[in-house]
Nanobody, 123 residues
Framework: QVQLVESGGGLVQAGGSLSVSCAASGRTFSRYAMGWFRQAPGKEREFVAAISWSGGSTNYADSVKGRFTISRDNAKNTVYLQMNSLKPEDTAVYYC????????????????WGQGTQVTVSS
């Protein structure tokens, strides 16, 4: 069992930066692949980024590649998403998720989810 709590969301102007965090508790966090997803108003939940258990492999959605960076600190049981050059279309509730097997772009592959944190980008 893994519990995930997101934090760090807020309001930022277009072109600005914001970092969100996901604090995890439970067993064997260091062996869980982690992912970030987001859901904008009126839209389906979509994949944003993922990172392997070791942190050696990452994957990003085309829409955020080059702007967002996912990282993890297993000693702190925390996963981060650094968001730069933010656009209004990045506005969404951001969720972190944990997989006991491997990372995936499919939300169904993740067994544990946080409650989300709101990120709003003004134009």
């Amino acid at each position: 069992q893994v519990q995930l709590v997101e934090s760090g969301g807020g309001l930022v102007q277009a072109g600005g930066s914001l970092s969100v965090s996901c604090a995890a508790s439970g067993r064997t966090f260091s062996r869980y692949a982690m992912g970030w997803f987001r859901q904008a108003p009126g839209k389906e939940r979509e994949f944003v980024a993922a990172i392997s258990w070791s942190g050696g492999s990452t994957n990003y959605a085309d829409s955020v590649k080059g702007r967002f960076t996912i990282s993890r600190d297993n000693a702190k049981n925390t996963v981060y998403l650094q968001m730069n050059s933010l656009k209004p279309e990045d506005t969404a509730v951001y969720y972190c998720a944990a997989s006991s097997s491997s990372w995936s772009t499919k939300g169904a592959r993740y067994g544990y989810w946080g409650q989300g944190t709101q990120v709003t980008v003004s134009s």
